[in-house]
């Protein structure tokens, strides 16, 4: 991995300053050309009592091999003087690639895993103290937490929740390719991926001792590139769509509205268009729901679409299917979620709670019995015009006497059906309380006198609900007299 980084550098060599050396020779001796001890080309002829000037630069031998010191002869005479030693050079490089592939589009795009790789060694002639590596990302990425890593040295920031520099402390690094330092880490894509430029950008800074001021730190190199400049990879233009609904708070039994789904496009790249399927639970079986189909143009990046759901509400709507389901979904469209689900709440009275009760007050062989019926809406939607109908037990030997009380709205006794019979209005959380009597007559014979009432609303079927009242034996005594006539 070092040696394919290494080959793709830019290798920005760091040479050593030139420096001009200043021989002057002091003997009156005949005019002799200096040369350097080791054959390279002579320095400019000198004369007795005169002076010469030359420069050593990295493309000399001594500099090249580290040499601390330049040996240069005239004549009979010579002359040295210190070399000063080349600073380290540290070479590095970086790289950026597809490590993990979310959406499997073989694409960098949005949500995607990114790995970066550097590669630093010492091409110097002296060791390189105290270095350390700094990197901050781009703002539409983010640090995979635990995935910087080093070969040497200490990661001092970068795996924490939340990190978004890489800090490393490499500490010495000698000279040569044997003593190369990899760091890698793992970068996340934001999705949705924000508008504008598709280029994600990263540069990171070596830097050490011999480092003296900020300016001269060496920045991480791109090496796909002829120049010195950060590293960048380009995303993929994705779209990435998302629903939304603006759905009415309470809807009546009976009642059609709209509902206005919000498509989304939070990607960087223009959706081209297609199909919205919507469907709702009323219009469900076991097996399917009954699907409408929209049409739905391009929406660009960072764009919204509308369109419009009709949802009819049954009349009368059947208990427990107060919560309606609506569902969005854009099927074979790999960029749009999975269907999207909202729920819609129906208000409507619920007459369910509505009940009744008996008693009985012994009249010498008569017994009177009292029912007190009570009307409840325990429901979150008034319910105007209510009915209920109350049928005491068809029985020989027990009648309807009449309607005591009625809390609200009207009772009153249908002698052809039998039936009390109560209209009016049961509001929310409201109880209608209506107490009527019936008596036996003598001779009725022990029974279950089973009553059933119901209550009904145009919005919700009919309840139906029975109270039953065992009806006991009597003990009856008769006095008999002997050839007595009436």
């Known amino acids: 991995m070092l040696r394919r980084l290494i080959d793709r550098m830019y290798v920005r060599v760091l040479v050593c300053f030139a420096y001009l050396f200043l021989i002057t020779m002091a003997v009156p001796l005949a005019t002799r050309a200096a040369t350097w001890q080791s054959d390279t080309p002579s320095v400019t002829a000198m004369t007795p009592s005169r002076s010469a000037s030359f420069s050593v630069s990295a493309d000399d031998a001594p500099a090249r091999t580290g040499l601390s010191s330049v040996v240069v002869s005239v004549g009979a005479g010579s002359a040295s003087v210190l070399a000063p030693d080349c600073p380290p050079n540290l070479i590095a490089a970086k790289i950026v690639t597809l490590s993990t592939d979310v959406d499997e589009d073989g694409n960098v795009s949005p949500g995607d895993i990114l790995l970066y790789t550097v590669g630093m060694y010492n091409d110097g002639s002296m060791t390189a103290t105290d270095v350390v590596f700094s990197d901050t990302l781009d703002s539409r990425t983010n640090l995979v937490t635990g ?46 991926f924000p508008p504008g430029s598709l280029a994600i950008t990263n540069q990171g800074i070596v830097s050490s001792t011999q480092v003296i001021t900020d300016t001269d730190n060496p920045y991480v190199d791109d090496p796909g590139t002829d120049d010195p400049d950060p590293t960048v990879i380009t995303v993929t233009a994705t779209p990435l769509l998302s629903f939304g609904a603006d759905v009415p708070q309470c809807l009546l039994p009976g009642a059609t509205s709209g509902v206005t789904w919000t498509i989304t496009n939070e990607g960087n790249g223009a959706f081209a268009g297609g199909v919205v399927t919507t469907t709702d639970s009323f219009n469900c079986t076991d097996s399917a729901c009954q699907a409408t189909g929209h049409v739905v143009g391009a929406i660009a990046g960072q764009s919204t679409y509308t369109l419009m759901q009709q949802v009819t509400v049954p009349q009368p709507l059947p208990y ?23 729920n819609l709440h129906v208000c409507a009275p619920d007459l369910r709670a509505s009940d009744a009760t008996v008693s009985s007050t012994k009249v010498f062989a008569h017994e009177m019995i009292s029912y007190t019926w009570y009307l409840r809406n325990t429901g979150d939607a008034d319910a105007f015009g209510a009915r209920g109908i109350f049928t005491p037990a068809n029985v020989p030997l027990y009648d309807f006497v009449d309607v005591i009380s009625v809390t609200e709205g009207a009772a009153t006794w249908d002698a052809n059906a039998r039936q009390v019979v109560w209209e009016g209005d049961l509001l929310i959380s409201d109880t209608v309380t209506v107490t009527f009597r019936t008596a036996s007559s003598f001779g009725l014979k022990h029974l279950e006198l089973t009553s059933p009432f119901e209550v009904a609303h145009p919005w919700r079927p009919v309840f139906t609900k029975s109270v039953n009242y065992p009806y006991p034996y009597k003990l009856f005594l008769m006095l008999v007299v002997r050839n007595a006539t009436p």
């Open 147 to 192: 995935t910087v890593q080093t070969t040497q040295g200490t990661v001092l920031e970068g795996n924490g929740p939340g990190d978004r520099s890489v800090f490393v402390s490499i500490g010495d690094i000698p000279v040569g390719l044997s003593h190369a330092v990899i760091i890698s880490f793992q970068a996340a894509i934001a999705n949705p």
């Open 320 to 342: 427990g299917a107060e919560a309606v389901t609506l569902t969005a979904s854009m099927p074979g469209v790999s960029s749009a979620p999975s269907p999207y689900e909202v």
